[in-house]
């Protein structure tokens, strides 16, 4: 595959083994800024692997993987562990927030691992969770709001460092389909008007629908799709 021109992300023949099982097998991907691509594919294709190697927490064997012109194989652990604090975000299914944490604090806490003040990072969680629509819950800990809400606080942890890549691995998996709309309808409001690249990873049709396109992945081979209208 040809990369498109003006690419933040692309990755070229991406191969990935876990002992005798090929988890990709050629893969291929690429995303412009502002552009939400859906990954799709049946358990075990291969998509979130190939969500792992994008974002740099997996390594592939071989093939190349490319951000804003930099390869991330040659990139150190503690250069590419910066990149997911500072440029990219993560939503997963479960929203993975800290419990002993309030929505705020979590939402503000990739924030404070950069090293920003605590009043700062949490008056720009809050600025967030507004165009979220879960200000109201900043004082809140996770176990005391809904599934829908709670995923909702993740959405706008992922966006607080304004990440130019999002990666969202089943972001409403784990909601009824009302929420799931919802989060999927803020999600992809907020990373437009951010400009951020979204990499989606879902098995939903009616959550592939949020995206310009969609890239299916099938024993570990990758095939774009074009949207019919």
Partial sequence: MNAPGGSLLVAEDVRKA???????????????????????GPSGSG??????????????????IMYNGRDLATMSDAQRSQLRRSEFGF???????????????????PLRLNGTPRKQAERTALDWMQ???????????PGE???????????????VTNPRVLFADEPTGALDSLNGERVMELLTEAARTANAAVVLVTHEARVAAYSDREIVVRDGKSRDMERVI
């Avoid at 099982?21 to 552009?35: C, K, N, Q, R, Y």
């Avoid at 200000?135 to 800990?141: A, C, N, P």
């Avoid at 709001?145 to 966006?159: E, F």
């Fill in 18 to 40: 876990y002992g005798p099982t090929m988890a990709l097998d050629g893969a291929e991907f690429s995303i412009h800024p502002g552009e939400v691509v859906a990954v799709m």
């Fill in 47 to 64: 998509k979130s692997t190939l969500l792992h190697c994008l974002a740099g927490i997996v390594t592939p064997d071989s093939g190349s």
């Fill in 91 to 109: 939503v997963f299914q479960f929203g993975q927030l800290v419990p002993e944490l309030t929505c705020v604090e979590n939402v503000a806490l």
């Fill in 131 to 141: 165009r979220l629509e879960v200000d109201d819950l900043g004082r809140k800990r």
């Fill in 145 to 159: 709001v809904s599934g829908g809400q709670g995923q909702r606080v993740a959405v706008a942890r992922s966006l």
